[in-house]
């Protein structure tokens, strides 16, 4: 890519089209304006990038936003009272980015078109090499371009972009595509045969019906409606009640905690396996299983949650704090099972804190949502790990029971108690974050 079109990796926009001498060509200064939409219900704008810095206020669902800068997962933004705030870029929507100016492009080789910034996505159409295509947004490896007035994808490697704007009028602005699907999808089915509609309200127009059992992709919520996308790509509002959601803490509404990057560090891993039941089950396998729970929960409450290891690899001890460091994590929590040096000889768990002022109201906001497990709780207690020592975040370190007391083991291996487990400290953290 030439140097003087250094793109923000994420935020380059402008707008659109595979014009085809459709608009005209403009020499002026290429206006990087990228405007995101809120997709939660509610997002509070912070002072900077992280939950730890003051609220400035809130923006509440379809609210448009001007990005003018991003960090650790956060947007930098302008707000309408022309006051610069953030607010976590998972919260909020930029596919509906609405622009008027694009960047002009050359196609460089045979291109396959895509629905999105995926090589598995449907395969819209191909661009031949020599073809010119407006650039409304590039994301690394991707670039968005407009196609039959509809925004699509192509991989970045087969454009040279230009230093050329193209100015288009309303009418020539793309019709966006619906969102890719989100990866955590929460579907619903309707129970009876049901009106999808343009917005949230019996009054709204119909975009389409869809008939009793149909699967839909829920987007967000608001108060008693869905905002869905059909099997088709279709997106609008149903009400909620009629449909069926498989688990309905997946749709509520944005809480702190959905503003909130979550490290999970499931203990062990690879060549370590970690202590050993009396059958020699590894510790590292009920880490991970645990803390994928965790994650699943705190995913479907909106976090941000990012794992030191999702699979079974070694991580070395030292690496761990530093990743929660580097996302800015409002919470490190380690999870471990414990081990006696006589079997049978220890049960229960314990929650472990570090530091006194960044760590034990994590620790004691934890212990008391762990409270109820079937197993003996311990309480809180003073730990001195390396992941808690060296962690600059509010960390905690969980030991989750004796892996081998065969009484407690049964539980440690149990989904039944993982699922519990992931429960509690979804709900600790949520209280947590309430209590800040
Ligand atoms: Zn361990």
């Known amino acids: 890519m030439p140097k003087q079109f250094q793109l923000k990796k994420w935020a380059l926009i402008g707008a659109l089209s595979l014009t085809f001498g459709l608009a005209a060509v403009s020499t002026s200064v290429f206006a990087a304006n990228n405007e995101i939409t809120v997709k939660a219900d509610t997002v509070t704008v912070r002072m900077g990038p992280g939950l730890t810095y003051a609220a400035m206020g809130e923006v509440k669902q379809g609210t448009a936003l001007d990005v003018i800068g991003h960090r650790n997962a956060w947007y930098k933004v302008r707000l309408a009272s022309n006051q610069i705030g953030w607010v976590p870029s998972w919260l909020i929507d930029h596919n509906d980015a609405s622009t008027t100016s694009a960047k002009i492009a050359t196609v460089t080789k045979q291109a396959s078109i895509y629905a999105y910034a995926d090589a598995k996505s449907q395969v819209i159409g191909t661009l031949e090499s020599g073809a010119t295509a407006n650039v409304i947004y590039q994301?690394?490896?991707?670039?968005?371009?407009?196609?039959?007035?509809?925004?699509?994808?192509?991989?970045?490697?087969?454009?040279?972009?230009?230093?050329?704007?193209?100015?288009?009028?309303?009418?020539?602005?793309?019709?966006?595509?619906?969102?890719?699907?989100?990866?955590?999808?929460?579907?619903?089915?309707?129970?009876?045969?049901?009106?999808?509609?343009?917005?949230?309200?019996?009054?709204?127009?119909?975009?389409?019906?869809?008939?009793?059992?149909?699967?839909?992709?829920?987007?967000?919520?608001?108060?008693d409606w869905y905002r869905v996308q059909t099997a088709d790509d279709k997106v609008g509002y149903v009400a909620s009640w009629t449909a069926d959601t498989p688990?309905?803490?997946?749709?509520?509404?944005?809480?702190?905690?959905?503003?909130?990057?979550?490290?999970?560090?499931?203990?062990?891993?690879?060549?370590?396996?970690?202590?050993?039941?009396?059958?020699?089950?590894?510790?590292?396998?009920?880490?991970?299983?645990?803390?994928?729970?965790?994650?699943?929960?705190?995913?479907?409450?909106?976090a941000n949650v990012i794992f030191t290891r999702s699979t079974d690899t070694f991580v070395d001890l030292a690496?761990?704090?530093?990743?929660?460091?580097?996302?800015?994590?409002?919470?490190?929590?380690?999870?471990?099972?414990?081990?006696?040096?006589?079997?049978?000889?220890?049960?229960?768990?314990?929650?472990?804190?570090?530091?006194?002022?960044?760590?034990?109201?994590?620790?004691?906001?934890?212990?008391?949502?762990?409270?109820g497990l079937p197993l003996d709780d311990r309480g809180v207690a003073f730990g001195n790990f390396e992941v808690l020592r060296e962690n600059t975040q509010p960390s905690v370190l969980l030991e989750m029971g004796y892996i081998n007391n065969s009484k407690d083991f049964k539980s440690i291996s149990s989904p039944q108690y993982q699922e519990e487990v992931a429960d509690r400290v979804a709900k600790g953290l949520s209280n947590y974050f309430k209590d800040k």
Request: proline share 3%.
């Open 139 to 223: 994301d690394g490896d991707w670039s968005q371009l407009n196609y039959n007035h509809q925004a699509v994808w192509v991989k970045s490697n087969t454009l040279k972009v230009s230093d050329q704007t193209v100015t288009l009028t309303p009418a020539t602005q793309i019709a966006i595509k619906a969102d890719p699907k989100p990866k955590n999808a929460i579907l619903v089915t309707t129970r009876i045969d049901t009106n999808v509609r343009e917005a949230a309200g019996m009054n709204a127009k119909v975009i389409t019906q869809v008939k009793k059992g149909t699967k839909l992709t829920v987007l967000s919520q608001s108060n």
């Open 319 to 371: 690496s761990r704090p530093i990743k929660a460091a580097k996302a800015h994590a409002d919470a490190f929590i380690s999870i471990h099972f414990d081990s006696s040096p006589e079997a049978n000889s220890a049960t229960g768990f314990t929650t472990y804190y570090y530091d006194n002022s960044k760590d034990y109201q994590l620790a004691s906001d934890l212990s008391a949502s762990l409270k």
């Open 247 to 302: 688990n309905s803490a997946k749709a509520k509404a944005a809480t702190k905690l959905s503003e909130a990057t979550i490290v999970l560090d499931p203990g062990h891993g690879g060549t370590d396996v970690g202590a050993l039941s009396q059958s020699g089950k590894y510790e590292k396998t009920y880490t991970l299983a645990t803390a994928q729970r965790i994650a699943a929960k705190l995913k479907d409450a909106g």
